[in-house]
């Protein structure tokens, strides 16, 4: 198993230092099939394939601001969950932005998503630098007490054909040696097919947190690559970017399910799309040895969608 001194030299005691809009370039690096036309009713000719048997999930970041534009992007999710049918979400960071007393998580999370929280999805949390102190204690947010962690689920959508699914949670808000040391053996423990992981600071950046992504990227891209990670998730940035693949890795950054900086994107060689008018989230579904996603603005367009293969290295 690799040690990664050097890595680990840079990391140790990190704390992440962490208007246009981003329009969908013509090129898409191979692996991925884009398409960006708008849609406006969910579940009408849908990106998404809805198969039996499939991994579906929602993906939020910078969810938890408590105000009239985060429990109206919660009612559009809740109205895509009528017709795709997601059974879990990822929460990317920043869940609530707050001191962290009952009443905080009530009217952050539990009243915006109680529809969701109703119909039985669960939720899964990373940590942000705005989350109050002892999230990982919250039962809601499924991390068990623990700041990082790891869950999977299985895809039965191919009949004879099972795919394994590995969820990998990164603190990137404390990402010291050793964590770096636990996602390497986490990581390389797996035989899952796919391997996602989703966590706070992106990697890559077409935003203002630049230097930030740069510090991260150090100390988990090496990691990622050596074992074989399919897509990273991360918010931070107050917008959506889907990066074109960096070394065999899709990156999206979910940065705008309540918070938004309209105007804050700024396309660069890293843009394959993007889109900051609005706040959004996104639905993903893995079926076999495809993942299809759609990111949806606040008011229920699809501003991206495509498809991309597990291992398209």
């Known amino acids: 198993m690799m040690r990664r001194a050097a890595a680990l030299a840079l990391v140790a005691g990190l704390t992440a230092a962490c208007g246009q809009q981003g329009r969908p370039t013509s090129e898409d690096r191979a692996g991925v099939e884009a398409s960006h036309a708008p849609e406006s009713t969910p579940g009408e000719t849908s990106p998404l394939p809805n198969v039996a048997g499939s991994i579906r999930f929602a993906v939020l970041g910078d969810a938890g601001r408590g105000d009239r534009r985060q429990y109206e992007t919660a009612a559009t999710l809740a109205a895509w969950h009528a017709t795709f049918p997601f059974d879990f979400v990822l929460m990317l960071g920043d869940n609530i932005y707050a001191a962290g007393a009952p009443g905080d998580y009530a009217q952050r999370f539990e009243r915006p998503y109680q529809p969701l929280l109703a119909a039985g999805v669960t939720f899964h949390a990373a940590l942000g630098n705005h989350d109050p102190p002892g999230q ?5 947010f499924n991390m068990g007490g623990h700041r990082y962690y790891t869950f999977e689920r299985t895809d039965a959508s191919v009949p004879l054909r099972a795919s394994d699914v590995l969820f990998i949670a990164i603190d990137t808000v ?9 996602i390497d053996e986490a990581l390389a423990e797996s035989d899952a097919d796919w391997k996602i992981a989703f966590f706070h600071h992106p990697l890559y950046t077409s935003g203002r947190y630049q ?9 988990l891209e090496p ?12 918010g931070h940035e107050h917008f959506y970017e889907r990066v074109r693949p960096q070394r065999g890795i899709h990156y999206f950054t979910s940065g705008a399910a309540g918070a938004l900086r309209q105007g804050d994107l700024r396309p660069s060689q890293w843009t394959a799309a993007g889109f900051d008018d609005d706040t959004h989230f996104l639905l993903m579904e893995i079926s076999g040895d495809v993942l299809y996603f759609a990111a949806v603005s606040g008011t229920g367009e699809v501003v991206d969608s495509g498809r991309l293969a597990a291992g398209a290295r």
């Open 223 to 234: 990691l990622f690559v050596e074992h074989g990670v399919d897509v990273g998730l991360s």
């Open 174 to 182: 404390a990402l010291t040696g050793e964590q770096l040391h636990w």
């Open 136 to 140: 990982e204690h919250y039962p809601l």
């Open 211 to 219: 230097f930030g992504a740069s510090r991260v990227r150090s100390a």
